[in-house]
T-cell receptor, first 112, second 113 residues
Framework: GENVEQHPSTLSVQEGDSAVIKCTYS??????FPWYKQELGKRPQLIID?????GEKKDQRIAVTLNKTAKHFSLHITETQPEDSAVYFC???????????FGKGTKLSVKP | EAQVTQNPRYLITVTGKKLTVTCSQN?????MSWYRQDPGLGLRQIYY???????DKGDVPEGYKVSRKEKRNFPLILESPSPNQTSLYFC????????????FGDGTRLSIL
């Protein structure tokens, strides 16, 4: 089955800097890659997703890139702000079952 | 408002006392799923359902049961809870299809003493 690895597990940046979180997946049939943000005590919320027929997608300060050959995808947050502090999860879904498999999460801290 | 509703939000109970966590969605989603979240382990899938009367095991199904008698409801049942099932549980739903985003409930924090 699918296995998703996420790095780093913790990331600390200064306000205004960029943050990058990377994930790799094992199942070459996977074709959907969402990113979720989870603030303390709250549910995971979808912030951006990418399909396998697209290499990059941007939404304001957030972008995701996908390299299907290498089986990895990354989340890029530019001009970070304190409210970006949260745990971020990547996930991959594909194959006949369509289950979403999550990485273990990255705790992002943005220091003012 | 489109949402996934879980109840209860918090529960403290004792080993062996059967409990049910309910999950209901109002978006007509075919796919529903249960996850548990533990520190350092991310979100691990317990069970999922692709439609009414269709359920299957996720990565950590031991000690749990589910049912899907109606499209909107997907209860999680712990027949004989044990302390290692103390965790934060999330229900999620989506339309069926590999590219459909998943919507999460607000979570249920279970403590089994």
């Amino acid at each position: 089955g699918e296995n998703v690895e996420q790095h780093p597990s913790t990331l600390s940046v200064q306000e205004g800097d960029s943050a990058v979180i990377k994930c790799t997946y094992s199942d070459s049939a996977s074709n959907y890659f969402p990113w979720y943000k989870q603030e303390l005590g709250k549910r995971p919320q979808l912030i951006i997703d990418i399909r396998s027929n697209v290499g990059e997608k941007k939404d304001q300060r957030i972008a995701v890139t996908l390299n299907k050959t290498a089986k990895h995808f990354s989340l890029h947050i530019t001009e970070t702000q304190p409210e970006d502090s949260a745990v971020y999860f990547c996930a991959a879904r594909g194959g006949s079952q369509g289950n979403l498999i999550f990485g273990k999460g990255t705790k992002l801290s943005v220091k003012p | 408002e489109a949402q996934v509703t879980q109840n209860p939000r918090y529960l403290i109970t004792v080993t062996g006392k059967k409990l049910t966590v309910t999950c209901s969605q109002n978006m007509n989603h075919e796919y529903m799923s249960w996850y548990r979240q533990d520190p350092g382990l991310g979100l691990r899938q317990i069970y999922y359902s692709m439609n009414v009367e269709v359920t299957d095991k996720g990565d950590v199904p031991e000690g749990y049961k589910v049912s899907r008698k109606e499209k909107r409801n997907f209860p999680l049942i712990l027949e004989s809870p044990s302390p290692n099932q103390t965790s934060l549980y999330f229900c999620a739903s989506s339309f069926w299809g590999a590219n459909q985003p998943q919507h999460f409930g607000d979570g249920t924090r279970l403590s089994i003493l």
